[in-house]
């Protein structure tokens, strides 16, 4: 015959595994709940910029000149390629950033690699009409197909002012 402590414990363990459960599902849904906020929310960065009339419109006063490029190793000895330039907005209207994707191609001009990256950043000065700036972009992996000839850089967003 059991004794009265076995039946305590035994009754209360049931009690206490569901209290335990209860709590790694409140953690688990708390977790889903969080990572689906950032997800839809996220950085703006992840969003592409508009591409509309006025913004095509101030696209084709964009201008990149003085192209350059160089490679380094990082502190992980990873060779990193950098593509850098002048962006220069010969129109009238004021840019908040410009959104660009850059294509490397292999020697039969095949298209190996495609990016899109934004040239200046939330925190960066708007770029008024007829100024200039500098860029660089920096990349990780390129394909070892790659012709080592410097990318072709098309805008393909605009965040007017």
Same mark, same amino acid.
Not at 20 to 29: E, P, S
Not at 39 to 63: N, T
């Given at each position: 015959?059991?004794?009265?402590?076995?039946?305590?414990?035994?009754?209360?363990?049931?009690?206490? =595994?569901?209290?335990?459960?209860?709590?790694?599902?409140?953690?688990?849904?708390?977790?889903?709940?969080?990572?689906?906020?950032?997800?839809?929310?996220?950085?703006?960065?992840?969003?592409?910029?508009?591409? &509309?009339?006025?913004?095509?419109?101030?696209?084709?006063?964009?201008? =990149?000149?003085?192209?350059?490029?160089?490679?380094?190793?990082?502190?992980?000895?990873?060779?990193?390629?950098?593509?850098?330039?002048?962006?220069?907005?010969? &129109?009238?209207?004021?840019?908040?950033?410009?959104?660009?994707?850059?294509?490397?191609?292999?020697? =039969?001009?095949?298209?190996?690699?495609?990016?899109?990256?934004?040239?200046?950043?939330?925190?960066?000065?708007?770029?008024?009409?007829?100024?200039?700036?500098?860029?660089?972009?920096? =990349?990780?992996?390129?394909?070892?197909?790659?012709?080592?000839?410097?990318?072709?850089?098309?805008?393909?967003?605009?965040?007017?002012?």
């Amino acid at each position: 015959m059991p004794s009265e402590i076995e039946s305590d414990h035994r009754s209360t363990f049931p009690v206490a =595994f569901a209290a335990g459960a209860a709590v790694v599902l409140l953690l688990l849904g708390g977790v889903l709940l969080v990572s689906r906020l950032t997800r839809s929310k996220g950085p703006v960065g992840d969003q592409h910029l508009a591409f &509309g009339p006025a913004e095509q419109a101030a696209a084709e006063r964009i201008h =990149f000149l003085e192209p350059q490029m160089a490679r380094a190793s990082n502190y992980l000895n990873q060779d990193v390629t950098y593509i850098a330039g002048v962006v220069s907005n010969d &129109g009238v209207a004021t840019l908040r950033d410009v959104e660009v994707s850059i294509e490397f191609r292999d020697p =039969f001009n095949q298209l190996i690699l495609r990016e899109t990256r934004r040239l200046f950043g939330s925190s960066a000065q708007p770029l008024a009409g007829g100024q200039r700036r500098d860029f660089q972009v920096a =990349f990780e992996y390129i394909p070892e197909e790659w012709n080592k000839q410097y990318p072709q850089i098309r805008v393909i967003g605009v965040l007017l002012q």
